[in-house]
Every structure is written in structure tokens, then in C-alpha cells.
């Protein structure tokens, strides 16, 4: 009998502790979200059927510091897992029962097309062609393009500067929207280098192979935290990225269910922005944009 | 496949950037994996010892850990260069200790008679090595060589994350993120482009193997 009593005590204090872990991770997570009344949900809606089977599948970028980045505690951390929590929440779903699927860029629409996600909050700019595909709600966030450079640069103040200086040349991440973005600003297509992923175009920039790095300025800011004084942002943001949350085509009635969950929220919003990618120094208050018409 | 038909020109941009690397690096390794095949057969000890140095180095590196070592290793220590240079450079390194090793069965395959012959009718090492030997070896050395190269072209694709860009897997990746295009279409295309160099380069390895097909 003692034993047993002794381990349903271990068990209880475990849970005790597990409790308190992920109360202080996230910063969303601990703020009540207002839980719409589930019953209201129309019968044979997305919202209803998440709701009845308690779980949802999220994708989101394991990656990307800021917004969603998976670390050593397994879930994925950042602003659009924040975000996707908050919707989730409005569900009566909580954090446990989110299954969390790894969605890089290049196969986000797939991800919804295939049902594998039921919605994707990846630092996904909002566009026609990505329309035909899918749907969106929102946007959630807007971010810009900007240039980084090294902290001794004053030879480019900006992306017209680009032009004029073509042995300067810029990194991005290979087929990402940036690197499109700024081929308009480039002397010639071999002042572009590109790479896979961000933190090769940030060693580069470090060890002078390349003069620029750009992308949305969140991600900059990033780099420029952990830079410690070595890289600068120069020039306005030349660029708006409306970050939306993909979902499947035509479903607008979550599309409308996001998008008031997320006005209704705008605390949690906002707690959201600032324990995660708002927390780098320089970087702006978030505020929540107006969402476009559901279509 | 309207993917691949609307960005046709993209697509074949994208096929002359790898054919380009490919040929330059079909040529570099082809002429570094031999010497350092001569260097591994040679009577200089110390050449020998290099050459198998660099085989077992080069050979048990990952491709990626070399171009790493290129594209970011180099200019570490001050040596800048275009990231093109930098990636042929690692694809022609990575690939001539596979052709040394394909060259070297093919010499060993010759028998040691030819050798002394030509050694006994005063040939030096060069000259035995060009005029006898090789000549002997390469056709022995065709199938496997073609092997090394076939994989050589698809391997190619690597150097695409490593700032070398605008080849046809880097076009790839502009078409289904930047633009949205769907994943399956794209990548047959570049399935495509990719046996368009594999191929006709199969091909005319069996043109050559028959060609210099010997009787022994």
C-alpha cells in the first residue's frame, strides 16, 4: 500500500512540474483565449469537426528563429506557433493536442492539399498565385524586405544604392520571394548569390564573400542580435509581406473563424509577438493588420 | 506540366548552368584523377604516399563537407573567390579521387609484362605510363569511369546550396516557392534535364566502349 501511495505522490508532483515547464515556455499559452462556445460551431464546419475530435495538426516552420523554430524541448517555439495556438485554443484545443508538422516553404501548399495540415502559420506571404491553390485568412502580421550589412558598411544605404556598386554582391535563400524581390534592384543576375538556408548568407556576409544579406526584415533582426554589433539594417523595408495562414481552398468559414478569433485576441496577439520574435532588440510593436475579405 | 512549358526558357537556362558544370568538371577531373593515379603507381615512394593521402582524404569526405570546406573554410582564412570557383573546385577534387581509383584498376588490369617491355626497350616512367600503359587502361577503365561520372552530373545539384546559382535544381526550388508552382510537375522537369545529360553521356560511354574495345 505504501508504495503505491508513495508513487501516485511521484506521479502528482510530476505532473506538478510538467504543469509549471510549459507555463513558463511559451508566453501565449499561459493567457486564456477566449474559447468561443463550441456548440455555435455550424455542423459540418472545419471548426466543428476539429473541435469534436479534440486534436489538430498545425504546420509550421521547425526552423526559423522567431516564428517557429523546433529546439531542444521538442515543440516547436516562435510568434506563428503563438499565433496558431491562440486559434487552436478558440477550438477548445489545447497545446497538448496540437500535432505539429514540419512545413519548410517549398511544400507548404502540398502540406494543404494532401490534408496533412489542417492549417499552415509559417511565415507565409499571401499571394495570387499561391491563391489558385489554397486560402488564406488574415494577414496575421506584415512584415518587409530589407538589406543587412556589415556594421563598417556606408557604401549601401538602400536597395537603389545596389545598382551602382555591382561587385557588391547580395545572398538570399534560393527560391525564396526575397530573392525574386530583389533581382529588380541588381546591376546583373550574378550579383545574386543564393544558398538553402539564411545562416549560410549570414557566415558569408561575416567573412566577406558577400556585402548584403536580404529578406523580411524579422529574420534580419535576428541575425542582427546574434551579430553582437557586426551586422546593421540599412534602408526602409521596400517591400510588404502580408503573413496569412494557409488553409484549405475555399473553407471561408474558417477563414471568418480566424479572423475574429484573432481581432478577439489582440492581447494574446500581442503578449505572442512580444515574448517571441518581438523580444529582439529593434524590432517594432507588432500590431494586428485588418484582415482581407474571405474568398 | 503547364510548370515546366510556361518557364521552358527558365528550365533551359537552368540545363546550360549544369551542362556547363558538368562538362568543365568532367574535364578537370578527368585530368587531375590522372596524375594522381600516376602518382599512385608511381616508383617515387613519396608520390605514392601523396596520392593515397589525397584518395582516402577526398574520397571519405562527404561532397558537402568539402564544398563547406570551399565555400566557407576558404575565405575563413582570407582566400575569396566566386562561389562558382569555389563549387567546380570541390565537385573537380571530389570526383578525381573517384577517377584515380577507376583509372587504377584499369592499370593494374594491364599486365606487368607491358611494362617491363617498355622498360627494356629504355622508355621512361612518363613515357611508359603515356604511350603504353594508359592507353591500355583507359578502355578497361571506361565502364566504371562512366559510372563515376554519371553520378559526377547528378551530384552536380548540390553545388546549388552553396551560392552557385541558377542551375537546374536551383530553378526547381524558384519555381515551387517563389512562385507556387505545384512540386510533382517541376521536378519531373528537372528529372528531365537531368537524364538529358545522364543519357546521352551513358550513351556515348557505350560508343566508346565499344570503340576501343581490345582482344586480349
Known amino acids: 500500500m505504501r508504495t503505491k501511495a508513495l508513487i501516485a505522490l511521484l506521479a502528482a508532483g510530476a505532473l506538478a512540474l510538467a504543469g509549471c515547464g510549459s507555463d513558463s515556455t511559451g508566453g501565449s499559452t499561459s493567457d486564456p483565449v477566449k474559447s468561443v462556445d463550441t456548440s455555435t460551431f455550424e455542423a459540418g464546419s472545419t471548426m466543428a469537426k476539429l473541435a469534436a475530435a479534440g486534436t489538430i495538426k498545425i504546420g509550421t516552420k521547425f526552423d526559423q528563429p522567431g516564428f517557429g523554430l523546433k529546439g531542444l524541448s521538442g515543440a516547436p517555439e516562435g510568434f506563428d506557433v503563438d499565433v496558431a495556438k491562440i486559434i487552436a485554443g478558440a477550438m477548445g484545443i489545447s497545446a497538448d493536442n496540437i500535432e505539429w508538422v514540419e512545413t519548410p516553404s517549398k511544400v507548404r501548399e502540398e502540406v494543404i492539399e494532401q490534408g496533412k495540415a489542417d492549417m499552415v502559420v509559417a511565415t507565409y506571404t499571401i499571394n495570387d498565385k499561391r491563391k489558385e491553390r489554397i486560402s488564406f485568412a488574415g494577414p496575421y502580421y506584415v512584415a518587409g524586405q530589407q538589406l543587412m550589412v556589415a556594421a563598417d558598411d556606408n557604401t549601401i544605404t538602400g536597395p537603389e544604392s545596389l545598382k551602382d556598386n555591382p561587385d557588391v554582391k547580395v545572398c538570399s535563400v534560393v527560391g525564396s520571394t526575397p530573392a525574386e524581390n530583389i533581382k529588380q534592384y541588381l546591376a546583373n543576375d550574378s550579383q545574386l548569390v543564393t544558398f538553402d538556408i539564411y545562416d549560410k548568407c549570414a557566415s558569408a556576409l561575416r567573412n566577406k564573400q558577400v556585402g548584403v544579406v536580404t529578406t523580411d526584415n524579422v529574420i534580419l533582426l535576428g541575425f542582427v542580435a546574434e551579430s553582437d554589433g557586426g551586422f546593421k539594417l540599412v534602408g526602409d523595408q521596400f517591400t510588404d509581406e502580408p503573413y496569412g495562414i494557409g488553409i484549405e481552398k475555399g473553407d471561408t468559414a474558417f477563414c471568418e473563424f480566424i479572423n475574429t478569433t484573432l481581432k478577439d485576441n489582440e492581447e494574446a496577439y500581442n503578449q505572442a509577438w512580444a515574448s517571441t520574435a518581438g523580444a529582439v532588440e529593434g524590432a517594432a510593436a507588432a500590431t494586428l493588420p485588418p484582415a482581407d475579405a474571405c474568398a | ?216
Open chain 2, 1 to 216: 506540366m503547364d510548370a515546366v512549358t510556361e518557364n521552358f526558357d527558365l528550365f533551359l537556362s537552368g540545363y546550360w548552368t549544369s551542362l556547363k558544370i558538368c562538362l568543365i568538371a568532367l574535364i578537370g577531373s578527368l585530368v587531375i584523377g590522372t596524375i594522381i593515379a600516376a602518382f599512385r603507381v608511381s616508383p617515387v615512394a613519396p608520390l605514392r604516399w601523396a596520392g593515397t593521402t589525397y584518395v582516402t582524404m577526398v574520397r571519405n569526405a562527404p561532397l558537402t563537407v568539402l564544398l563547406f570546406f570551399f565555400a566557407f573554410g576558404l575565405p575563413e582564412i582570407g582566400i575569396r573567390g566566386s562561389y562558382w570557383l569555389f563549387g567546380i573546385s570541390a565537385l573537380i577534387i571530389y570526383t578525381s579521387a573517384f577517377v584515380c581509383e577507376a583509372l587504377r584498376a584499369g592499370i593494374n588490369s594491364v599486365s606487368s609484362g607491358q611494362a617491363e617491355a617498355a622498360r627494356a626497350i629504355g622508355l621512361p616512367f612518363v613515357a611508359t605510363l603515356r604511350e603504353v600503359i594508359l592507353p591500355q587502361a583507359f578502355r578497361t577503365s571506361v565502364p566504371p569511369l562512366g559510372s563515376v561520372l554519371i553520378a559526377m552530373f547528378k551530384n552536380s545539384a548540390v553545388l546549388g546550396a552553396f551560392g552557385v546559382g541558377g542551375d537546374l535544381f536551383s530553378v526547381s526550388e524558384t519555381l515551387t516557392s517563389a512562385r507556387g508552382y505545384a512540386a510533382t510537375p517541376v521536378l519531373v522537369g528537372v528529372a528531365v534535364g537531368y537524364l538529358l545529360i545522364t543519357l546521352p553521356a551513358g550513351a556515348f560511354l557505350a560508343f566508346l566502349e565499344r570503340k576501343t574495345a581490345i582482344l586480349r
